[in-house]
């Protein structure tokens, strides 16, 4: 077969960079001729990109294997009764690409497959003796994100390992999870990666139910909380905090009283007012939910809620509910948070028309006091205040003196408040402090969520039939190998970990021909027959030319040869790693040993 030829293959490099591309790894990907746009969120890979993209995938499925998930290939296409089944037709929202085919029957673009895996293993398991079954896939899914960016690291279609668990019990399933856990600490040490795992649960209790593997990114959607003091790490839309000391503890409040306060309406405006500390207020926001699954019966406001099921053997929701949200008036609602705390797939502000159909007053007055319209939701802060000022319900009107317990109580009490750099650590009260993160992969403990809606049982040794527990765990290949070149380049390029590198060794002829193109040949037939991926560049360019592709592709070993070297009296070549500067010019005939040599030493090290 020989070395593939640059001649021969298909690597449109370019020069100039692409105008729409504001990371790195988007505009090497591009320059490199890794990858080429279609249309808004839709690369191709070319191959170049399709053989570090392989690699990847190639480290994922060893290590999904030597942890006996097992592979399987659903199809990407999904009816979409299956999605009505488990509530998600509906509560997905616009990400979901729904098509009709012919019959005029609905079908879903997998944008993730909990619920074709489950549905393929509910028509299968029958016994106890087939659990614990752990299933994954390697496939296209689909998104349709409203922003896709930063090239293949948020676009439309792109390529995920999801596997999925099945277990009789929580203790089986947390050992498969704990084994998912440490392969993707493996796979991205494997692909030269720095991964954050972080809580994807409030952690406070030392469990984990969920965790995610971030890289650091400036870019990054997520704010991470990380602490000074120990090993806590979670995501800004889980992470807790130990409770500062709030409000000062003193006697008996006043009797609450209403205060006239005229064109105040923002908090500092009414801090300036009252010559006060926001601390010693109660912000309240309204919120307007969806799909509520929390059971609401007896609260305020629930008599014209009728909670229904997406679908038989779906959760009961309630479709639309409004909620007041009570914080401390130095802090702020976070709004993954609320939504757990509520059980809602969906969360926003409510409009101003329902906020001043729900609190009788414009915008900015709203309080617990008094509130009884919707249920009402207190932040752990708010539950201990003895002496507050909060909006009244009445425009330009404030009540002072509002006491939790005596003068208002909320519907429910939870942790909603967004964690801050500053803040102290639910573990060990030491600082935290944030980083933007980006997520590569996650695993999960779902529970009962699939298998129940779903209607998946199995019968036990006694003949009696129970829902299996599930656990699910993704990888984005394309955000993966984004990242790789994000942590990975130079000015001039990329510069690959070599277990992800598309060649491992790139030999650049000075010239193509003669004596040079026989040593070069020879060189790259020993280094393919040691199992060592060689590209030779065969192309009639300038060396520069050459050599500014070696470097923007990445390739980790170049070797360059000449006719000056290779006629002394002892033919030389020069031999250079990306990461390094210089070149150092090496015996011909001891160079593909060497090379293969310094190929697998560093394969092992990071593949070890
Ligand atoms: P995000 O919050 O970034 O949208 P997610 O939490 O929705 O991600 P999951 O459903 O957990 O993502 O999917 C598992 C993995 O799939 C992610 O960790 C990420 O690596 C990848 N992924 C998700 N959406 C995209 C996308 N639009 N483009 C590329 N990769 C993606
Ligand atoms: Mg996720």
Redesign the pocket.
């Known amino acids: 077969m020989g070395a593939m030829k640059f001649s021969h293959t298909f690597i449109p490099t370019l020069r100039e960079e692409p105008g729409d591309a504001l990371i790195a790894s988007h505009r090497l990907m591009f320059r490199a001729g890794m990858i080429r746009k279609l249309s808004n ?1 839709l690369f191709a890979y070319l191959p170049l990109g399709l053989r570090s993209f392989r690699k990847v995938e190639n480290i994922i499925r060893e290590e999904m294997d030597a942890i006996g998930s097992l592979e399987i290939k659903p199809t990407v296409v999904v009816p979409g009764e299956l999605w009505k089944e488990s509530g998600r037709w509906d509560s997905m929202g616009e990400a979901l690409l729904r098509v009709k085919n012919r019959l005029g029957a609905d079908f879903v673009v997998s ?2 497959a909990e619920e074709a895996v489950t549905a393929l293993v509910r028509d299968e398991l029958s016994s106890y003796r087939r659990l614990p079954l752990s299933l994954y896939q390697i496939n296209t ?1 689909y ?1 349709d ?1 409203i922003r ?1 960016r930063y090239g ?5 279609e ?1 390529v ?1 390992k ?1 596997a999925y668990s099945f277990h009789t019990d929580e203790g089986s399933l947390d050992e498969h999870y704990q084994a998912q856990g440490r392969a993707y600490r493996r796979i991205f040490k494997r692909c030269g990666l720095t991964v954050i795992p972080v809580r994807a649960d409030s952690g406070a209790m030392g469990g984990s139910g969920s965790e ?2 971030m890289v650091e990114s400036e870019i990054g ?2 704010t991470l909380l990380l602490c000074r003091g120990c090993d806590y790490a979670a995501n800004v839309e889980k992470a807790g905090c130990k409770g500062d000391d709030g409000p000062p503890s003193g006697g008996e409040a006043p009797p609450l009283e209403k205060i006239d306060t005229p064109d105040v309406k923002t908090i500092g405006e009414l801090c300036a007012f009252l010559k006060t500390d926001a601390k010693n207020f109660i912000k309240t926001l309204i919120y307007r939910a969806v799909n509520v699954e929390l059971d609401l019966s007896g609260a305020p406001g629930s008599e014209t809620l009728v909670r229904t099921r997406a679908a038989p053997g779906a959760p009961e929701s309630y479709g639309e509910v409004f909620f007041a949200a009570a914080i401390r008036g130095d802090l702020d609602v976070n709004e993954a948070k609320l939504a757990a705390a509520l059980k809602a797939s969906e969360l926003s502000l409510a409009s101003d028309t329902d906020v001043v159909r729900i609190t009788g007053a414009p915008v900015g007055f709203a309080g617990p006091v008094g509130l009884s319209s919707v249920p009402v939701i207190l932040d752990e802060t708010v539950t201990g205040m003895k002496d507050a000022v909060t909006g009244a319900l009445e425009k330009d009107v404030h009540y002072r003196h509002a006491v939790w317990g005596r003068d208002f109580t909320g519907w429910l009490t939870a942790d909603i408040r967004t964690v801050k750099a500053g803040d102290r650590c639910p573990l060990c009260g030491g600082e935290l402090y944030e980083k933007k993160g ?5 695993i999960f403990k779902l529970g009962y969520k699939y298998s129940s809606s779903m209607g998946v049982s199995y019968l036990d040794e006694n003949g009696k039939s129970h829902i299996p527990i599930m656990g699910c765990y ?3 290949l ?3 190998l984004a990242s790789v070149i994000e942590e990975h380049h130079d000015e001039a390029g990329i510069i690959w970990p070599v277990t992800v590198a598309p060649y491992h060794v790139i030999i650049i002829p000075i010239k193509y021909q003669g004596a040079v193109r026989d040593a070069c040949d020879a060189l790259a037939a020993e280094l393919e027959g040691a199992g060592i991926e060689v590209l030779l560049d065969d192309r009639d360019e300038r060396a520069g030319v050459k050599f500014n592709d070696a470097d923007l592709m990445g390739i980790p070993w170049r070797v360059v040869a000449g006719d000056k070297n290779l006629s002394g009296g002892e033919p030389r070549v020069e031999i250079k790693r990306r990461s390094e500067k210089e070149a150092r010019p090496v015996p011909l005939s001891g160079a593909a040993a060497e090379l293969a040599e310094a190929v697998r030493s560093e394969l092992r090290a990071l593949n070890g």
């Open positions: 969120g944008p993730t899914k998104r994100e896709p293949v690291m948020r676009s439309r792109f995920m999801d995610e593997f959607d997520n980006n997520e590569l992969g996650h993704g990888i984005g394309d955000r993966t």
